[in-house]
């Protein structure tokens, strides 16, 4: 890859030095996603699909930016792990594109090395960027006693003072580069996330065995559940596909609504069981 090009796990790490980049970047190719993109003020973004999912969420991002002028690119997840950068450039396989990146020449079935070498050629666009609705809320009516219930579109905006509660994640359940630190920043009770069609070397859940090493219960919801960059979805339509040693612990299962899963959690943490965050 040339300069003209900025590989990394995840979109969230883009900065001032990457714009006007083309960026391979390994998160799922969701709104949220594409939006930190458009942000950064990339030239053109390769993301992953995420197993496309819930009403194609996985890659929603690519119209969304094509709205923009900006081509875009999605990798398919069972090609290259999500959450890894390297490895989308290594092994991944063009599976969508939106019209801007096809009028580049990109075209499913590419490796990314042959869509980054036509996405380079994309003029340079800067467009004004919209505000998404607010990505981080509190779910009020799962909260009890002083037990906290926090839905947020990505995991990468995880407060100190989450430590102890519980975070529904839209973000997909894939360390970044396989770095177990990775899993999340604070030691939370429980973590839901998007499996991401789970994947190549079953990446869009290695953040639990992760977690679990932490003590703190996790587990994921099948991508064509809920749709993946949307917390509150995760929350409202999830049904848990993985779950963690600690979650199987306090009761969580395969099958059941994340709504259900969220609610047997709570009362665990109002109990006095598990080992993250409450004796934090």
Not at 13 to 37: I, T
Not at 40 to 64: F, H, K, M, Y
Not at 97 to 104: E, K, M, T
């Amino acid at each position: 890859m040339t300069e003209d090009c900025v590989v990394l796990d995840t979109v969230t790490k883009l900065g001032p030095g990457d714009r006007g980049r083309v960026a391979v970047c390994a998160s799922h190719g969701g709104l949220y996603a594409a939006w930190c993109a458009a942000k950064a003020g990339v030239r053109a973004v390769v993301l992953n699909d995420a197993g496309i999912g819930r009403e194609e969420a996985g890659v929603a991002g690519l119209a969304w930016l094509d709205r923009l002028g900006l081509p875009a690119a999605a990798l398919d997840h069972d090609s290259c792990r999500i959450g890894d950068g390297a490895d989308a450039l290594a092994r991944g396989v063009v599976s969508r594109v939106n019209a801007s990146a096809a009028a580049l020449g990109v075209v499913a079935g590419q490796r990314t090395p042959d869509a980054v070498g036509r996405l380079v050629t994309a003029p340079l666009r800067f467009p004004a960027v919209p505000e998404l609705a607010e990505s981080r809320s509190r779910i009020g009516e799962a909260c009890r006693d002083d037990i906290e219930v926090w839905a947020l579109d990505s995991v990468s905006l995880v407060r100190p003072e989450d430590a102890g509660a519980i975070v529904v994640t839209g973000s997909h359940g894939g360390l970044l580069g396989g770095r177990p630190e990775s899993a999340i920043g604070v030691d939370v009770f429980a973590a839901l996330f998007n499996d991401a069609g789970i994947g190549i070397d079953e990446a869009g859940t290695t953040r639990l065995p992760a977690l679990a090493a932490r003590g703190i219960a996790a587990a994921t919801v099948d991508c064509f559940s809920a749709r993946i960059g949307e917390g509150l979805s995760t929350y409202r339509d999830g049904i848990v596909s993985r779950v963690n040693a600690p979650a199987v612990a306090l009761g969580g299962r395969v099958g059941m609504p994340a709504r259900e899963l969220v609610a047997v959690l709570v009362e665990a943490r109002r109990a006095g069981r598990g080992l993250a965050g409450a004796g934090r």
